[in-house]
C-alpha cells in the first residue's frame, strides 16, 4: 500500500438536517446521529463535509482488507471516534461473520458484465452489509456518550423494529448480544416466507425478543410506531429498565455510510483484477426499494469513485421510475403491487429525501416544501434544476413479475448462476439501459431465500401461480434442496439449509395493537433481566 498517498487529516464532520431544524454549525457528529437516527422535524442527517479521493488514493486501496477500507472510508467521512476503535470495530463488523474473505465479492459473468454479491453475511441478504456495522458502532457511541458525561444516569437502548421479512433477521443478527442494546422484532403472522420465519424464530442471544402480529404488515407497523409515540410506555421502559426506545430504521446514517464502502470495494475489485484501469467509468445497476442502496453508490460517485449512470430499477411498484423520468413523484392513485420481490414493494422511498437534498443545492425550504406535498396531496414535482440534475446523474426502468422470472431462468441457462428475483430486476434494467461502460449489477439477496419463485422460474410457472402438488408441501429448505439438485446449482449455505433443524426459539403471536406490542415488549424485558 503507497501510505504517502493515504494521508488524511483527522476531523469531526458534522451532520445537516434536510429539513434546516437544526441550526447551521450545531449539527451532531456521527455518533449521536446514529443514536438520535432522524433529525427533530422529522429530516434526516446528511454529513456536511463531502471526502474527495483522488485516483491516487483509490489505486493506493486495491490491496486493502475489506474492514481496513471500511475503516479509511469511515475516517474520511470524519467520524467522531479514535482511528484504533474504527480499526477494530471493522474487524468485528466484516470478519468471519461473512462466509467470503472479500466480503462483497465482484463475480464476473461476461466481459464488462459484473455482479456485486452483497448476501455474504449470516442472514444471506444485503441489510447485513449495514446491520452487521451499525450495531457495532451504536454500542461504541453510547460508550462514548457515557464517557462525555461523565457520571451522570445512564440508559441502554431498545431497538424496537416492524419488518415485512428480510430487515427483522439482519437486525436480530446484528444486535444480538451488543453492548447496551436489545432487539425485538414483529412480524406479520403469516406474511412471511418459512424460511423467514425460521431464521427469525431460531435467533440465538440473551437481548432478542420475536413476535408474530395478528394482521398485515401495516396493523404491525402502526402497533409498533404507536408504542414509540406512547408516553407513558416511555416513561415506564425509563423508569423500570433504563432503556430508550430506538428503531435503527434504513434512514438512519449509520446505516448508510457502510454502504457506500461495497461500491469502492467493488471498483478497486475490478482494479485488482484488470478488468478496469484506475479512472475507467463504469456504471451501476441497483434494485431499488427505500433509495437507501442507491444513494450510497451516489455518495460513492460524489467522493470520487468512477461512476458514470446509476440505473434504478424497480418491480410493478415503479414509483421511482415514473419520478425519475419525468419529475414527479406520484402516489395519488398508485395500487400497492405484491411482486416476487417484497423487498421493493415501496411507495414511499424515505431515502429520497437526501437524495433531493443533495441534488437541490442542499435547500432544505424547498425539502419541506416537497414532502409537505407529498403528505397532504400524495405528490409533489421538483424544480427544472434539480430536475436536470437527476437525470444527470440517474436513468431508471421497472421490470414486471414475470419478466423477472423469466430473466432468472435466461441468466441461469446462459452463465449455470442462479439469481433472486431482487437481482432479476437489476439484470434486466442494466440490460435494457447500460451503455459502453462496463456494468456492476448489484446482487442484493441470495436465491435460497427465495427459492419458491426460484423454483417457479426455473420450471417456467408464471409468477403468483401455486407449485405442484407436492413441491408445494416442503418446507423452504427441502425446496431449495430440491433446486439445487434438480438443475445443478450450488446448494445453499449452511446458515440457510440448517434451518429445519434449528430449535424454534421465538413462535409467540400476539394482536395488532399497541397495547400488545407494549405487553410483549415489557414481559420480555422481564425475561432478559431475570436471572436464569
Ligand atoms: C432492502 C432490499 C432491497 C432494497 O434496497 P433499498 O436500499 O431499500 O433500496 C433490495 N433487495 C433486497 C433483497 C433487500 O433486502
Redesign the pocket.
Given at each position: 500500500m503507497d501510505m504517502d498517498a493515504l494521508t488524511y487529516r483527522h476531523y469531526t464532520n458534522t451532520y445537516f438536517d434536510t429539513r434546516g431544524f437544526v441550526a447551521c454549525g450545531k449539527g451532531p457528529s456521527f455518533t449521536e446521529t446514529i443514536i438520535k437516527g432522524i433529525a427533530p422535524g422529522g429530516g434526516l442527517f446528511v454529513p456536511q463535509v463531502l471526502p474527495r479521493f483522488t485516483l491516487k488514493e483509490l489505486a493506493a486501496l486495491v490491496d486493502c482488507s475489506y474492514p481496513q477500507l471500511a475503516a479509511y472510508v469511515f475516517k474520511r467521512f470524519g467520524v467522531d471516534l479514535p482511528d484504533e476503535t474504527i480499526d477494530s470495530l471493522m474487524q468485528t463488523a466484516y470478519g468471519d461473520n461473512f462466509d467470503d474473505p472479500a466480503i462483497t465479492p465482484v463475480r464476473t459473468l461476461a466481459p464488462g458484465k459484473h455482479v456485486l454479491e452483497l448476501?455474504h453475511g449470516p442472514t444471506s441478504?444485503?441489510?447485513d452489509m449495514a446491520l452487521q456495522c451499525l450495531p457495532v458502532f451504536f454500542s461504541a457511541a453510547i460508550e462514548q456518550q457515557r464517557l462525555e458525561q461523565g457520571s451522570g444516569p445512564t440508559e441502554d437502548f431498545l431497538i424496537l423494529v416492524a419488518t415485512s421479512?428480510?430487515?427483522g433477521k439482519?437486525a436480530l443478527e446484528g444486535f444480538a448480544d451488543r453492548a447496551h442494546t436489545g432487539v425485538i422484532v414483529f412480524y406479520p403472522h403469516g406474511g412471511v416466507s418459512d424460511i423467514q420465519f425460521k431464521q427469525m424464530a431460531t435467533q440465538l442471544g440473551d437481548n432478542v425478543g420475536v413476535f408474530g402480529v395478528r394482521g398485515n404488515f401495516d396493523d404491525c407497523q402502526t402497533a409498533v410506531k404507536g408504542a414509540f409515540s406512547d408516553e407513558t410506555f416511555n416513561a415506564e421502559l425509563a423508569a423500570t429498565h433504563r432503556l430508550r426506545l430506538s428503531s435503527a430504521n434504513?434512514i438512519n446514517w449509520g446505516r448508510l455510510l457502510p454502504?457506500v464502502v461495497y461500491y469502492m470495494s467493488a471498483y478497486l475489485q475490478l482494479i485488482a483484477r484488470d478488468e478496469i484501469a484506475c479512472g475507467d467509468k463504469i456504471d451501476v445497476c441497483?434494485?431499488?426499494?427505500?433509495?437507501?442502496?442507491?444513494?450510497?453508490a451516489w455518495y460513492a460517485k460524489e467522493i470520487g469513485v468512477p461512476i458514470e449512470q446509476l440505473i434504478c430499477a424497480s418491480n410493478d411498484n415503479r414509483v421511482l421510475t415514473d419520478f425519475i423520468n419525468t419529475g414527479t413523484y406520484d402516489i395519488t392513485e398508485r395500487p400497492f403491487i405484491l411482486t416476487p420481490?417484497p423487498?421493493?414493494d415501496?411507495l414511499v422511498?424515505s431515502?429520497l429525501e437526501r437524495q433531493l437534498f443533495e441534488l437541490c443545492g442542499r435547500n432544505s425550504a424547498l425539502i419541506q416544501d416537497w414532502m409537505d406535498k407529498l403528505r397532504t396531496e400524495r405528490r409533489f414535482t421538483v424544480d427544472r434544476e434539480t430536475f436536470a440534475a437527476l437525470r444527470s446523474h440517474f436513468s431508471a426502468d421497472w421490470v414486471s413479475a414475470d419478466e423477472s422470472l423469466t430473466t432468472i431462468h435466461e441468466v441461469f441457462k446462459a452463465y449455470q448462476y442462479l439469481i433472486?428475483p431482487?437481482?432479476a430486476v437489476a439484470w434486466k434494467a442494466a440490460e435494457r439501459l447500460r451503455g459502453v461502460n462496463p456494468v456492476i449489477i448489484v446482487s442484493?439477496?441470495h436465491w435460497a431465500?427465495?427459492g419458491a419463485n426460484v423454483f417457479r422460474a426455473l420450471s417456467r410457472i408464471p409468477a403468483g401461480k401455486p407449485l405442484p402438488d407436492w413441491f408445494g408441501t416442503l418446507t423452504d429448505v427441502r425446496l431449495n434442496a430440491h433446486v439445487s439438485a434438480i438443475w445443478g446449482a450450488a446448494p445453499p449455505p449452511p446458515r440457510l439449509s440448517s434451518l429445519d433443524a434449528a430449535p424454534i426459539r421465538f413462535a409467540e403471536v400476539i394482536d395488532g395493537t399497541i397495547e400488545a406490542v407494549e405487553q410483549a415488549a415489557l414481559q420480555t424485558l422481564a425475561n432478559w433481566h431475570s436471572p436464569v
Open positions: 448476501w441478504a444485503f441489510k421479512g428480510d430487515t439482519a434504513s454502504q441497483v434494485p431499488t426499494g427505500n433509495f437507501g442502496n442507491i444513494l450510497a420481490s423487498s421493493m415501496i422511498s431515502n433472486d431482487h437481482t442484493t439477496a431465500k427465495f
